[in-house]
């Protein structure tokens, strides 16, 4: 005993598979609704059974096909597009499988669905992900359309509806428009594809905020673009991403990651020099939401740009930042990078003058390299060393201080005291967060300043 369920395409009967048609002209009983028999009467054999039913008796289908199956006749029952979807396929299986009819063998033969064809006809609106809707509400209740409508539209899926309008659902198409203009733009592509592949076919574009239900009827389907779908003439065209592929270098990689975070920062009132040390600040956290961390005197990252570009010298506070700052920078304009905290004289001198060991480093480098770079990243004494020096001491002129210590102790307080220096170029990073990384990402940015013009203008 079976039961074969056959999709028979949208209409034209070119349109049909081959299998479809050859299993047709073999079969004893062929059920379907009897507006699609029109389709198919040339294939039918003279002396098969026809059992046409109205539109709705879709379970009483499936109970006659299981009736004539046990029988012992070969059975087919057809419907449009593809069998299996929104179709006879699942509610002849569903009957099957409840009444646990396990001497029935079932088999479904595949057919061109309308949006298939309608997206044929439009040229490529199917490039990308998609999805499928029905409007009709008379089996699944319209909450639960809406929740997918919504879905569908978050999600920014290529939508392809089925049952947009009858004259009883005439309200539904009109309420999926206001949901998806919540989260798609007003000029986004729709097409309205009617009796596609049949006779009297006819296909508007329009845009969604253009859409109106009131030209689509039981016998359309509505296509909805995403937001990368465009018209070039009378076609749809939805992107795949063939000429825009994920970036796979690191270099590309890194701009494309500079691009996603200038979005964000672009709107700023910042300078176009502290957009771009934030922008490389972010990049190292990796958080958007520390956006709002830089805070710079006047000009500080141009002046800072200048001395490093001159082969200016730089110090830092431990050896991780130095392992941060790009050799090739350094390499490129000859400048010497120095860390005194691990020099021979550092814990004596700490004992001596009861200094951390960060303080008494920074003392010896302060004395070694006056008009250098310096740059903090770890330790708040060092800075409050640099601080110190620089209101007692008029010989030290520092090319200029960035402040990046992190931590709970002192960190704010180190930082707070940098901000209200007068006449030294300063950089720091808010709040408790800080470390190496940032601050060799701050030295970093001023070396590539000129970048800044690849993403803000």
Known sequence: ??????????????????????????????????????????????????????????AER?????????????????????????????????????????????ETLPGISAFLAAGSKLGAPLGHDFCCISLSDLMTPWGVIEKRIRGAALGDFVTCIYNPKSELRFWQLGRLKKLFLEERKSDTPVAIVRQVTREDENIRITTLCDLNPDWVDMFSL??????????????????????????????????????LIAEQVRSLKMSKANKWATTRLVHTTGDLSDIDLLSTS????????????????????????????????????????????????????????????????????????????????NAPTALFELVKTSRQNNDFKPA??????????NVIESKEQLQQLENIPWIVVSGNKGGSNLAASLVNAAFTLEEADNFYN
């Open 222 to 259: 509505v296509l909805i673009g995403n937001s990368q779908t465009f018209q070039n003439g009378s076609h749809l065209i939805t992107p795949r991403g063939y000429l825009n592929r994920k970036p796979q270098s690191g270099a590309e990689i890194q701009q494309a990651s500079f691009e």
């Open 298 to 377: 006047d000009h500080a990252i141009a002046k800072i740009a200048d001395h490093l570009k001159t082969g200016g010298e730089i110090v830092t506070d431990v050896t991780m930042v130095m392992a941060g700052i790009t050799k090739q920078y350094l390499a490129k304009y000859g400048n010497k990078i120095h860390c005194f905290l691990n020099v021979d004289q550092v814990p004596a001198l700490a004992e001596e003058q009861n200094l951390t060991r960060s303080q008494a480093a920074m003392k010896l480098a302060i004395e070694s390299h006056p008009n250098a770079l310096f740059v903090v990243g």
């Open 62 to 106: 499936a109970e006659k096909a299981i009736e004539k199956a046990q029988e012992g006749q070969s059975v087919m029952v057809i419907g449009s597009g593809d069998a299996s979807i929104y179709s006879m396929a699942s509610i002849v299986y569903e009957i099957v499988a409840n009444r646990n009819l396990q001497d029935i063998e079932l």
């Open 400 to 409: 200029g201080i960035i402040g990046a210590p992190v931590g709970f102790i």
């Open 1 to 58: 005993m079976q039961i074969t369920i056959a999709g028979i395409g949208p209409g034209d009967q070119q349109y049909i598979l081959p299998i479809v048609k050859e299993r047709i002209s073999n079969t004893e009983v062929i059920i379907g609704y009897s507006y699609y028999f029109q389709f198919v009467d040339q294939y039918i054999p003279p002396n098969a059974e026809r059992i046409e039913m109205p539109l709705g008796k879709e």
